[in-house]
């Protein structure tokens, strides 16, 4: 038997399951991570006055200007994340909404993310050492290099270590700095073939870049599009797929050659 609703009531009636819906979508914690710019740190420099690259068995060269490593911050992988949070992020650009377990590796406690995080740090470490020796044509082991980041896990700052690594060895390679005296910031995986990867976050870490005084930022290449979304203003994008590919790229900054764009 079916009974006859008016029009106004029958849309009434439907709306309630979605309304219902709605009320225990706003109390109930969502897969999402909320994300912002982070901090940024010089590899170049020290951190906490350690510093960020030890050099041992062969002669290194002082350098100027700064190679910025950038972050994010994100919630927690277990903070409950609302869909007001969402909605007030969505429309905010120094803030992103992330899905959970593209920050954060799904199944593990809070300590376990953070082992795996320093893990990840550490061979990102080992590879960026490898990458640089190999492009400079040293045999990884002749030479000793240390390097320390305290709190920040990830592999993400692979490149910015590798060019580090490069520029307290050779600089330019004809006697000056690679960052020609610039703040140059930016991201991205290394393998120790010079392959560089993508990352994440990366609008965020432009936002980050900036507001440290960075007016380029290397990216890798497939993040291209991501960075352009919210680049900040004066700040200069430099597509990147290899180590090689960045040095040429900031060599070409101070003479002169061709330094490809986004």
Same mark, same amino acid.
């Given at each position: 038997? =079916?009974?006859?609703?008016?029009?106004?009531?029958? !849309? @009434?009636?439907?709306?309630?399951?979605?309304?219902?819906?709605? %009320?225990? #979508? #706003? *109390?109930?914690?969502?897969? *999402?991570?909320?994300?912002?710019?982070?901090?940024?740190?010089?590899?170049?420099?020290?951190?906490?006055?350690?510093?960020?690259?030890?050099?041992?068995?062969?002669?290194?060269?002082?350098?100027?200007?700064?190679?910025?490593?950038?972050?994010?911050?994100a919630t927690g992988p277990t903070a409950d994340v609302g869909i007001g949070d969402v909605i007030d992020s969505w429309f905010r650009t120094d803030r992103a909404v992330m899905p959970r377990d593209s920050v954060y590796?799904? %199944?593990?406690?809070?300590?376990?993310?953070?082992?795996?995080?320093?893990?990840?740090?550490?061979?990102?470490?080992?590879?960026?050492?490898?990458?640089?020796?190999?492009?400079?044509?040293?045999?990884?082991?002749?030479?000793?290099?240390?390097?320390?980041?305290?709190?920040?896990?990830?592999?993400?700052?692979?490149? *910015?270590?590798?060019?580090?690594?490069?520029?307290?060895?050779?600089?330019?390679?004809?006697?000056?700095?690679?960052?020609?005296?610039?703040?140059? #910031?930016?991201?991205?995986?290394?393998?120790?073939?010079?392959?560089?990867? @993508?990352?994440?976050?990366?609008?965020?870490?432009?936002?980050?870049?900036?507001?440290?005084?960075?007016?380029? =930022?290397?990216?890798?290449?497939?993040?291209?599009?991501? @960075?352009?979304?919210?680049?900040?203003?004066?700040?200069?994008?430099?597509?990147?797929?290899?180590?090689?590919?960045?040095?040429?790229? !900031?060599?070409?900054?101070?003479?002169?050659?061709?330094?490809? #764009?986004?």
């Amino acid at each position: 038997m =079916f009974t006859r609703h008016s029009r106004p009531r029958t !849309l @009434a009636l439907c709306a309630l399951p979605v309304l219902a819906l709605f %009320g225990v #979508a #706003a *109390f109930a914690p969502l897969p *999402f991570t909320l994300a912002q710019p982070g901090t940024t740190a010089n590899v170049l420099g020290d951190d906490h006055g350690t510093p960020v690259i030890s050099i041992k068995g062969t002669p290194t060269r002082p350098t100027e200007g700064q190679l910025r490593m950038t972050t994010i911050v994100a919630t927690g992988p277990t903070a409950d994340v609302g869909i007001g949070d969402v909605i007030d992020s969505w429309f905010r650009t120094d803030r992103a909404v992330m899905p959970r377990d593209s920050v954060y590796p799904s %199944g593990g406690s809070e300590k376990e993310i953070e082992k795996h995080n320093l893990d990840d740090m550490a061979q990102s470490q080992d590879s960026a050492v490898d990458a640089a020796l190999t492009y400079l044509g040293k045999k990884p082991g002749s030479v000793d290099v240390t390097l320390h980041l305290a709190d920040v896990g990830g592999p993400s700052a692979g490149l *910015f270590f590798a060019l580090g690594i490069v520029d307290k060895l050779d600089g330019d390679g004809s006697g000056g700095d690679l960052t020609g005296g610039r703040t140059i #910031a930016g991201t991205g995986t290394i393998e120790a073939d010079g392959d560089v990867g @993508a990352v994440g976050g990366v609008s965020l870490k432009t936002q980050a870049a900036r507001r440290d005084g960075a007016t380029v =930022f290397l990216v890798p290449k497939a993040e291209c599009k991501e @960075a352009k979304s919210e680049l900040p203003k004066g700040l200069r994008l430099i597509p990147v797929t290899t180590l090689k590919g960045a040095v040429d790229s !900031l060599r070409a900054l101070d003479h002169g050659g061709k330094i490809p #764009a986004c």
